[in-house]
């Protein structure tokens, strides 16, 4: 197994090591541990993907488990940051949908013998989409002893959950719609049997 390949797989594992974190109640430093962890996996997305194409180690294997590996990151998550009602709901359902389209359509190209490579845009999504999420986490951390100094930005007016959290999260949503139709539109002519 290549190194990107590697680095797919420890993003999957990482993601189920974030959710245990995140899902423990009462323990120190775990919303701490939480951000590290997602930070971690959120940095081998980027690593395995530029590492491939440098590298010409471009796998069917990594074709099919990198894109599964970053949705199941993400997936977890906004899916917890509901949970713990730092997202609405209804905004991780459309941000799932869009996921769960676009592997869709990837899988009825992939039984045409195409593959549909990831675009620009779709980058840019992802890239807000982690940025959300690691805000959100840096304010869960916040309220821990390890990195308590920083409680006084989220405190800060614009800083804060309300405001530049908000921001956050309907750029993210936007960009999801957005990146999402646009996929959609590009490759219709595989839906033309529907």
């Not at 804060?160 to 959609?184: D, F, K, M």
Request: aromatic fraction near 12%; hydrophobic fraction near 55%.
């Amino acid at each position: 197994m290549n190194v990107p390949n590697q680095l797919t797989v420890a993003r999957l594992i990482l993601s189920f090591v974030f959710v245990a974190l995140l899902s423990l109640d009462g323990l120190a430093w775990t919303k701490t541990a939480a951000l590290v962890v997602f930070s971690i996996a959120a940095i081998t997305d980027f690593l395995d993907g530029y590492l491939a194409r440098k590298h010409s180690l471009i796998t069917n294997f990594g074709k099919l488990m990198d894109p599964l590996a970053d949705k199941v990151l993400m997936c977890a998550g906004f899916v917890l940051l509901t949970r713990l009602e730092l997202i609405p709901a209804w905004i991780v359902v459309v941000i799932l949908t869009r996921e769960f389209l676009v592997t869709g359509l990837r899988l009825l190209a992939s039984a045409e013998g195409l593959v549909l490579a990831a675009e620009n845009l779709g980058k840019y999504k992802t890239i807000f989409q982690i940025v959300t999420v690691i805000y959100f986490l840096l304010f869960l951390a916040a309220k821990e002893s390890l990195l308590g100094f920083l409680r006084p930005l989220f405190n800060a007016y614009y800083l804060g959950p309300e405001h530049l959290g908000q921001v956050l999260i309907w750029a993210s949503l936007i960009l999801t719609l957005w990146s999402g139709c646009s996929y959609v539109w590009k490759n219709r002519k595989l839906l033309g049997d529907c």
